[in-house]
């Protein structure tokens, strides 16, 4: 689907906020740096008195916030005491705290040298180190420090969050774990964690880590939103906007809450209120092109094309997972075509391309001669029904010379005047030639064929609300009169097959598809589909068939809202949740009109 649902929780690398990096206000309202902190601890042996009374002089200016007074005796101290860490511990947290930042390096690699072991000096040596993006070199000091300081929860916690910064999610969460069980007051610590869960995508155990973090820190801004973003994600919206509400009461300048505000708003359906803070919230540094892409993604659903189409450019700003191709030639922009060749090409999933191919007729009646870049499991589909395309191809290498490029979501808004689909435009896609059903679908006894799927794409933004487990379509197979079948495609959901049980109660085709033009052939052949909103349901509506597809309350910008039709397939018929996370109404509603589909059948 076009709208993805991005979320921002907690960057690893700022500091700020509820960090253990964060920087405290001493009374003087001088800053202090948490985890660059002055030991109190006193040497075994103090090298001199003198030494001993400069440290202790250099701790009492530190804790004051006096860092010029702190430096100072702290320079005192290791002078008399060559040989002794401590000082200069204390001297690279002072230095770096001041912002001296390469300075404090070097001053605690010499603390280090002297002390291989001392945890503490190890501690604040792999903050500088990570400061000076030597991330490796840090978590080795990090290591090497909870050798000789095992119980640390600071150490637990720095090295985690090091970890987090290469993605290291289950470690992390390990250490953090201890970093709780260690000091389960540490604030800090379940903020770390919360936004490990969340990372590792452990949605409801990140919601009760960040409940633990605001609870010990009620004015952390910071936890609060990723408070509310895990909440949102998770479809508890309206528990999301209280906590996003506090995060903005906390800090009312925070970009990212108010853009999330106005997508959970979106999701709840009040379109012009999730609107009236887009301008805001980018103002306020709310990640501009993502809240452009809310600004789109409620613009479409309220058929502004005129605004939406434009912001949905906004994608292509973002960090995605698809970088869109180099071309030798430039990007269309709506200017003549005719005698032109243009290459347009595939962007996200299946559906999309499904979904969107069906303007690419309307270049070619410009006279354009088009050239179509897709993945070559949806290439034969596209290929056997397709007017108007003069070639399609798997990889952009194979184009040659051309005039233009242009990804395929990106035409709509260059068409003019502001497109949208009409009913008289299906079916626009047929199955490719000489594809042959399924054996057991083929030999299928007299019935009421019904397909089903109910997952989509793990990877998609939106897979957490659309897809559901198998379970929730077994209670519709003892319908009498009914013979099911599944394309479901994927190892994952397809392992719940067995899991379940559920091998008897239906015929599994995903063994014989091996692309698109398969799937189509096994659509073209059953009497209806049944699926949440996944690829399938896109060909079974541009082939024109029977299809209902169920829908979370939150949808996808090309369903619009409110209604059971879209004017994208006449044959579909969307049966939406009621209220929020309510699969069980959705499911009932189909148990109820199978029923009376199979009646009307025994009639």
Known sequence: ????????????????????????????????????????????????????????????????????????????????????????????????????????????????????????????????????GRLDEAIEAYRRGLVGKPRAPDLHENLATALLEKKEFAQAIELLGNAVKLAPDRASAWHFLAAALFSAEKWEAAIVAYGRAVALKRDNAEAWFGLGVALETTNRFDEALRALGRALVLNPNHGKALRH????????????????????????????????????????????????????????????????????????????????????????????????????PRLAARGARVAFVCAPEIAPVIEAGMRGVAKVMAAPAKIGRADFHVPLLSVPGLLGPPWEPGPHEVPYLKVPAGRKLPEALAQAPAGIKIGFTWAGNPKHGNDKRRSVRLERFLPLMDIPGLQWFSPQVGDAPRAQIAELGAEPLFIDLAPDLKDFGDTAAALAALDLLVSVDTAPVHLAGALARPVWVLMPFAPDWRWRLHRADTPWYPTMRLVRQPKVGDWDSVFETVRIDLLALAGKKRR
Do not use: C
């Not at 002078?79 to 230095?95: K, M, R, S, T």
């Not at 887009?278 to 605004?307: M, P, Q, Y």
């Open 261 to 360: 505000y106005s997508q959970v708003l979106v999701s709840l359906g009040d379109l012009a209120g999730g609107l009236s803070l887009i301008d805001e919230a980018v103002a306020k540094g709310g990640s501009g092109n993502d809240a452009e892409l809310v600004r789109a993604r409620a613009s479409l659903l309220a058929r502004d094309f005129t605004i939406g189409w434009p912001a949905y450019e906004a994608r292509w700003s973002r960090v995605t997972d698809q970088k869109p191709p180099e071309f030798p030639f430039p990007r269309w922009q709506g200017e003549d075509l005719n005698g032109k060749t243009i290459v347009v090409w595939a962007e996200q999933g299946v559906g999309d391309v499904v979904n969107f191919s069906r303007v690419l």
């Open 1 to 132: 689907m076009p709208f993805p649902f991005p979320l921002h929780i907690l960057s690893m690398n700022d500091r700020s906020g509820d960090s253990p990096r964060a920087a405290r206000r001493s009374a003087k309202g001088k800053a202090v740096d948490e985890t660059d902190k002055p030991i109190a601890r006193p040497a075994p042996v103090p090298p001199t008195p003198a030494a001993r009374a400069a440290l202790m002089r250099g701790l009492a200016s530190h804790k004051a916030g006096d860092l010029s007074g702190a430096e100072t005796a702290y320079r005192e101290a290791a002078a008399a005491a060559p040989g002794w860490a401590d000082p200069l511990v204390n001297l690279g947290a002072a230095l770096r705290s001041q912002g001296r930042k390469p300075e404090g390096l070097d001053v605690l690699q010499r603390a280090v040298d002297i002390a291989p072991d001392n945890a503490d000096a190890l501690n604040n040596y792999g903050n500088a180190l990570r400061d000076a």
